[in-house]
């Protein structure tokens, strides 16, 4: 009889509140979008936050109401996104695809300044003295952005330079942000037209420690016929919202800074 | 009942016996959620609110079932039963009556479910107001107050701590010991300055 009071107080307390709470849960029941619980399912679940959400959910309750494109998910998969587009009953609005473009040209084909014997890394090279390189604009070599590269879409060439494979490359910004000299850009895979070369310096300084440097001779800015390149501060600059590539100004180029991606 | 009482009450749970400095009770929340000022003030207030109504409503369970019946060593299990259900109560009602209120707790109302220092408060007060299965007279407001001032204890607690790790992160720190390590030091170096306040005798 004695141990029957504890456990029948124990259980009734337990069986009121489980009860109690049960009952409030269907009084108090938020009504949730299924199709939030649907999105979420197609997308990723990793919570990487390349889009700028609160991690997959975050994002679901923002493309749900509107907030954000569906297409602003670098990670899903095309057919995921075509999904989510038909459970919303709105149109894909596809994000032109952009790449990571090398501004400099330089590599081995400018010398050093002195012998750097420091860690082989970008960053700590720049430290000292802003690098071992004559150019103080252009690439140091060793290799940062390869090995930020989640996608592995950057490989260092012969060259003493970064290659950006553009298949593999999804535009995550990590090498833009992370390179010391901030020679990354990310530009629309529909345009190949690029300038190689990031040199603010005089024509006749940056001529004289790399061959491929930006000379500001503002001959691509004559030759262009739909006024898309200009030379500001002694740099050829491309805006890609007027840009036809059509390859004018790669040709005129004397120092053939101005390149084409292949 | 006189206000001697509850001053004893508030000075003590504020500073003597500090719920986290001095009583080590509530320590993940206090590590965890005390990097900016602002969550660590929502935390603070969610405690606080939690500490008070579950001092309360454990006050009414201890005296009119567990006391009457004897099962006075069933406290522990009944308290975290009375807790998490109201929490979870709590919780349910905010989400519906007030969304933004809801975002604005978010993640900290279930962690106090489990949180010591909520049980701690709870304990607390049925072992000071209550002697010999009796109630003392008033014990329900010194509970209920007790409450209060625990939950106000965590949050000065809380303040400091935050506001010395925000401007921590100004400091160039040696990687070994940045973040929690830090945090841990700092907590032992507050809780030994804390020691200052036992000799404080009423």
């Known amino acids: 009889m004695e141990i029957l009071i504890p456990i029948l107080t124990l259980g009734l307390l337990g069986l009121l509140f489980g009860m109690g709470l049960a009952l409030a849960s269907k009084k108090f029941a938020v009504k949730t979008d299924p199709r939030l619980d649907k999105i979420v399912g197609l997308l990723p679940g990793s919570n990487c936050g390349a889009c700028g959400g609160a991690g997959c959910f975050g994002f679901a309750e923002a493309v749900l109401s509107g907030k954000m494109k569906i297409d602003k998910c670098r990670v899903s998969s095309d057919v995921a996104k075509e999904e989510i587009a038909t459970i919303l009953g709105r149109k894909l609005e596809k994000d032109l695809k952009k790449i990571a473009v090398l501004h400099c040209y330089g590599g081995i084909r400018v010398k050093d300044r002195f012998l750097y014997q420091g860690l082989k890394d970008c960053v700590a090279a720049n430290l000292v003295l802003g690098g071992q390189k004559e150019c103080v604009w252009g690439c140091l070599g060793f290799g940062d952005c390869e090995r930020v590269c989640p996608f592995d879409a950057i490989k260092m060439s012969g060259e003493g330079l970064p290659i950006v494979d553009a298949n593999k490359c999804k535009a995550c910004n990590k090498c833009v942000l992370l390179c010391p000299k901030k020679l990354f850009t990310l530009v629309p895979i529909t345009h190949p037209v690029y300038v190689a070369c990031s040199s603010h310096d005089l024509g006749k300084d940056t001529i004289a420690v790399c061959p491929v440097g930006c000379i500001a001779c503002y001959k691509c800015e004559k030759i262009c016929p739909v006024d898309a390149i200009h030379v500001i501060d002694n740099l050829a600059v491309i805006d890609y919202n007027k840009c036809t590539s059509c390859g004018k100004c790669v040709e005129a180029c004397p120092t053939k800074t101005i390149r084409r991606r292949e | ?202």
Do not use: H
């Open chain 2, 1 to 202: 009942m006189s206000i001697a009482q509850f001053l004893t009450i508030f000075i003590s749970a504020v500073f003597i016996y500090n719920v986290i400095l001095s009583r080590f009770l509530g320590l993940c929340s206090f590590v965890a959620i005390s990097r900016e000022t602002k969550p660590a003030m929502a935390m603070s207030l969610a405690v606080m609110f939690v500490t008070t109504m579950s001092s309360i409503i454990t006050w009414f369970i201890y005296r009119f079932l567990l006391v009457p019946f004897g099962l006075t060593y069933l406290r522990t299990i009944s308290f975290i039963l009375v807790i998490a259900t109201f929490v979870q109560l709590v919780e349910m009602v905010i989400r519906k009556t007030s969304p933004a209120l809801y975002r604005f707790f978010g993640i900290y109302l279930p962690l106090i479910t489990v949180n010591c220092a909520v049980l701690g408060v709870a304990v607390l007060n049925s072992d000071m107001f209550f002697i010999n299965g009796k109630a003392v007279p008033g014990s329900f407001y010194y509970s209920a107050f007790q409450g209060v001032c625990v939950g106000l204890g965590y949050a000065l607690a809380m303040l400091l701590m935050s506001g010395i790790r925000e401007r921590l992160d100004f400091c160039d720190v040696p990687k070994t010991v940045k973040d929690f390590p830090l945090a841990f030091i700092i907590a032992s170096i507050m809780s030994l300055s804390f020691l200052g306040f036992n000799g404080f005798r009423f």
